[in-house]
């Protein structure tokens, strides 16, 4: 097992001085993560999705509950094991560096000062997302949205993490170059054993990347169920709903 969250709460204060009022966004959310599977998170906007995310990457913190990682307190993780893929690949680069640069630097913050080694180590990941060589010396604005998010999802593979969390990594793209980048996903997921943790909310890229799934609704946890299972007949009222709403929508 990756990854174990037992109990999780967070909650946000909302208005401001005597106005103040607690928000509860996660209620006591537990799971268990399995070593190579693709584990999604799914629910409507607002339901807390993300804040588990941040909370795994150390982003934000939680309230209560623990999360172990690799059996240990995740505040005890090595940072490079875990790494993320955010939505919106123009954001996520910088856009004042080279592609190579961008793909060394996590090589370079982890100690590798070897030319060679680091030269080598980006033209592997460059063939490994499917970009060409050429790439590597152009900047991000020169790259279409599909090409900028298979170099995000090389800079997050090029450490080898043992958990990646994935947060809408494909809504901000065409329907075509999702399936691509979910195809890439699947690749790392296959040939490296990565586990991923995939935050979405489109029920179509789910069904399609998924081996178990947890559906959120209103920061509480619905179900866990294996994806065809799920498809096939949900537990929960929330999940039928869900399932209702894409059969109506066809
Ligand atoms: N830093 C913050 N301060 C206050 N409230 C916040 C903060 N971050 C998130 N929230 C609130 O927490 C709730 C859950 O947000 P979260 O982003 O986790 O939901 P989500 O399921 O990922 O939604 P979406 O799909 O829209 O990103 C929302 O009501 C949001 O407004």
């Given at each position: 097992m990756v990854l174990k969250v037992d109990k999780l709460c967070k909650s946000y204060e909302k208005g401001f001085f005597l106005f103040k009022k607690k928000k509860d966004i996660l209620k006591n959310i537990s799971f268990e993560v399995n070593t190579g599977e693709i584990f999604s998170i799914i629910g409507q906007s607002g339901a807390g999705k993300s804040t588990i995310g941040k909370i795994i990457l150390g982003i934000e913190k939680k309230d209560s509950g623990t999360i172990e990682f690799l059996d240990k307190p995740?505040?005890?993780?090595?940072?490079?094991d875990i790494q993320m893929i955010f939505q919106d690949p123009y954001s996520s680069l910088n856009p004042a560096m080279k592609i190579k640069d961008i793909l060394a630097e996590p090589l370079k913050a982890n100690g590798e000062k070897n030319k060679l080694v680091l030269e080598e180590k980006v033209g592997n990941m460059l063939e490994e997302v499917g970009?060409?060589?050429?790439?590597?010396?152009?900047?991000?604005?020169?790259?279409s949205g599909g090409q900028r998010q298979r170099v995000v999802i090389g800079a997050a593979m090029i450490l080898d993490p043992k958990l990646v969390v994935c947060d809408e990594p494909v809504a901000s793209l065409d329907l075509s170059i999702q399936r691509q980048i979910l195809k890439l996903i699947k690749k790392f997921n296959r040939e490296k054993n990565t586990t991923f943790i995939f935050i979405s909310h489109d029920l179509g890229v789910v069904y399609n990347i998924s081996d178990r799934i947890l559906v959120l609704y209103k920061g509480e946890t619905q179900e866990i169920s294996d994806v065809l299972d799920f498809f096939d007949c949900p537990k929960s009222d929330y999940g039928k709903e869900l399932l209702d709403g894409i059969r109506i929508k066809k």
């Open positions: 995740l505040e005890q993780r090595n940072i490079r970009l060409h060589k050429a790439c590597g010396d152009k900047y991000p604005d020169e790259l």
